[in-house]
């Protein structure tokens, strides 16, 4: 028989902190309650892994085989899983296997004896998963607002953009250096990064290829570009165009849908506005 001690920190911010040392306190604790030993214990740590994630594909538990009369011990059942149905799948795979799963303050919660304990799990297991979409929501609502605001909320920055900042204070800013360097811009209206994105698209059109127009930007602008970025910028240009083409082409249909109609209600001396 093995005893495991598992725990889990979802974050790797919360990686250095006391977090595990506590998981751990409180799982020899369990052990000594539940009669087992606390000196052999097999730590699995699972470090910047959500609680959504599979129990049995973790980094810390997907290597090991499971035998007949192991034991994992858990300090909270937030720990354990943060899904209501990883977290019964998971109980009923395990007890199949004659493994037992034992949560402080639950008990071993794949014994047939432990009612209390099995009603308890399933009703916090509901409003784990329950906590787990609210924290999703906020925090997709809390990255909307500060993108509404200017703010960075990670992925790539984009070109003539820079960070300014960190952590949550991070914004994202014109990147007044970069656009000084595009020194011909002459557009009435736009940027001069759209400017540039314009001209290198234009001289993929001509035939040019990205490494071509990389070295190029790099020669005229003293900017640094790879040629993969080449290919994403003016990629992107040439998309917005088509997608603007068609709109343009759609309203140009319909009106000269409406011209028609009109032109034959007039002929048939109706109200042409009827027809518009």
């Given at each position: 028989m093995t005893i495991y001690g598992y725990t889990r920190v979802s974050t790797d911010q919360q990686v250095g902190n006391t977090s595990i040392e506590s998981q751990r306190s409180m799982i020899e604790g369990t052990a000594k309650a539940s009669g087992l030993s606390d000196e052999n214990i097999v730590w699995l740590d699972d470090l910047g892994v959500s609680g959504a994630r599979d129990f049995v594909t973790?980094?810390?538990?997907?290597?090991?085989?499971?035998?007949?009369?192991?034991?994992?011990?858990?300090?909270?059942?937030?720990?354990?899983?943060?899904?209501?149905?990883?977290?019964?799948?998971?109980?009923?795979?395990?007890?199949?296997?004659?493994?037992?799963?034992?949560?402080?303050?639950?008990?071993?919660?794949?014994?047939?004896?432990?009612?209390?304990?099995?009603?308890?799990?399933?009703?916090?297991?509901?409003?784990?998963?329950?906590?787990?979409?609210?924290?999703?929501?906020?925090?997709?609502?809390?990255?909307?607002?500060?993108?509404a605001k200017g703010g960075y909320i990670g992925g790539a920055v984009?070109?003539?953009?820079?960070?300014?900042?960190?952590?949550?204070?991070?914004?994202?800013?014109?990147?007044?250096?970069?656009?000084?360097?595009?020194?011909?811009?002459?557009?009435?209206?736009?940027?001069?990064?759209?400017?540039l994105i314009s001209r290198m698209a234009g001289q993929r059109k001509s035939g040019d290829s990205c490494r071509a127009i990389s070295a190029w930007v790099k020669k005229r602008y003293d900017i640094d570009l790879s040629h993969v970025t080449v290919l994403k910028l003016t990629n992107a240009f040439e998309k917005t165009n088509l997608t603007e083409a068609a709109r343009k082409g759609k309203k140009r249909r319909r009106l000269i849908k409406s011209q028609i109609r009109q032109a034959a209600a007039v002929k048939l001396g109706l109200n042409p506005k009827r027809f518009a």
């Open positions: 973790r980094p810390a538990v997907a290597p090991i085989v499971f035998r007949n009369g192991d034991v994992i011990i858990f300090s909270a059942l937030d720990r354990f899983s943060r899904d209501p149905r990883d977290t019964l799948n998971t109980v009923h795979e395990m007890k199949q296997r004659k493994v037992s799963l034992v949560i402080n303050g639950h008990g071993d919660v794949t014994s047939s004896t432990n009612i209390y304990g099995k009603l308890i799990l399933e009703i916090m297991a509901v409003i784990s998963g329950y906590e787990r979409d609210m924290i999703a929501e906020r925090t997709q609502r809390g990255s909307r607002a500060k993108a984009p070109f003539g953009m820079k960070v300014e900042g960190e952590g949550q204070d991070s914004m994202l800013v014109k990147d007044e250096e970069l656009h000084a360097k595009i020194n011909d811009f002459n557009w009435k209206k736009g940027t001069a990064v759209n400017y």
